[in-house]
């Protein structure tokens, strides 16, 4: 009888400055493995086929999920308690989610040729790849792969972040990549993302100082021009 292999955390929560989000790493266990592969099951039995150490190594799929599945939950803090419901909650859902997509398309342009994807925060399925019927519970994703509390909200329930609380975005990627592989592809994007706003920073207080040595020539040109006309 096969054993329940829980989940194990491989690289404990870490907040990432530049892209503002907290990321873990972990392999999930044999249960929440097998709900994964329900939800991504047409691009995962793909990536089955075409990596070297699967099928092609006449290695059980199991066994190969088991061996590079990752699982990494993302939080993101929110301005709002987003247990309310409210035309202003709706609007900051969008705009985490937005950063989340900003981050996550990078990083899945980054870890290629493995395999990548996401649960959607809204529909519940695979937010990148081939959509099935299937629904991936977010709130037993996460409190399988990091054991936080969970207080039930209506028909469902809401993990409370440690630090956070309510006030708190999750979205789980996923991905088939080795560690190193997925550690290096975050970093690089956290420096290139900080590099970037650095840049936008350096350009702001350029326009800024630009801008103050422009007002006592607008200024002049209004006394002298203005003023000028009006005493004529």
Known sequence: MPTAQPSETIVPPAFL??????????????????????????????????????????VDKDEFMRAHLLAIPTWQHSRNDLSEISFEVNEERKELLNNFDKWSMTLRQRLLPYWSDASCPVQGDAHFGTRTSVIYNELEGL??????????????????????????????????????????????????????DESVNRCTKVTNVTTEREEPFEAAFSSNGIDQQQSA
């Open 143 to 196: 409190t399988s792969l990091l054991k936080y509390a969970s207080v039930p909200i209506g028909c469902c329930g809401i993990v409370l972040h440690p630090k956070w609380q309510r006030n708190a975005y999750p979205v789980t990627f996923f991905t088939t990549a080795p560690v190193d592989v997925l550690q290096a592809a975050v970093a690089a994007i956290e420096l290139e993302v900080r590099d970037a």
């Open 17 to 58: 400055e530049a892209a503002k989000l907290e990321i873990s790493i972990h392999r999930p266990s044999r249960l929440l493995r097998r709900d994964i592969e329900l939800v991504f099951r047409p691009d995962l039995e793909e990536e089955y086929r075409r990596h070297p150490a699967g099928s092609a190594s006449d």
